[in-house]
């Protein structure tokens, strides 16, 4: 296995990367290494950000099994999410009681993209093999191996994807 230096390119699994979170504390996506995971680029002011409520169910529902949900908002999509990190954290709190970790925006397109979301998009290439994101709440499942094993466009309700997840979490 060739591994490539900054691009993201060869990496083995979501473990290898690490993330700032949206209180500025960079971590390693290593800690979350054995559990199944729901990637997801959010927005506050979006007409998806109802999901907010969907994804929280499903880690409140699952998270005791090994399951989380890893929010990072992005500010890429008609400017849907302009708030500084401390606005993100209130309004996810404060309007829909969001306790899953959340990260600092990123940007999940272009030369600048997180590359974590470089990753995931090459993992899980969307319709008709593009690359790039189209919008807020695309989401990214990720088996306990740290393997992309679905990726789900924004119309596609959290909730949607429960027997999947209960699928990953009773494998081996």
């Not at 971590?27 to 409520?53: D, E, H, M, W």
């Amino acid at each position: 296995m060739v591994q490539s230096g900054k691009n993201g390119g060869g990496r083995m699994s979501v473990y290898e990367f690490s993330a700032k979170t949206i209180t500025g504390d960079e971590i390693s996506l290593q800690q979350f290494a054995g559990q199944v995971l729901l990637i997801v680029n959010t927005a506050s002011r979006c007409g998806f950000t109802p999901q907010y409520k969907e994804l929280q169910d499903l880690y409140e529902r699952f998270h005791e099994r090994g399951f989380t949900v890893l929010g990072f908002p992005c500010n890429q999509f008609g400017n849907q999410e302009p708030g500084s990190e401390e606005e993100i954290s209130q309004f996810c709190s404060l309007s829909y009681g969001v306790t899953f970790p959340m990260f600092a925006k990123v940007d999940v397109n272009g030369a600048n993209a997180h590359p974590l979301f470089t990753y995931l998009k090459e993992q899980a290439p969307g319709v008709l093999g593009t690359k790039t994101i189209k919008w807020n709440f695309t989401k990214f499942l990720i088996d306990r191996k740290g393997n992309v094993v679905g990726r789900y466009a924004s119309n596609v309700s959290p909730l949607s994807l429960l027997d999947k997840i209960e699928t990953l979490l009773t494998e081996t």
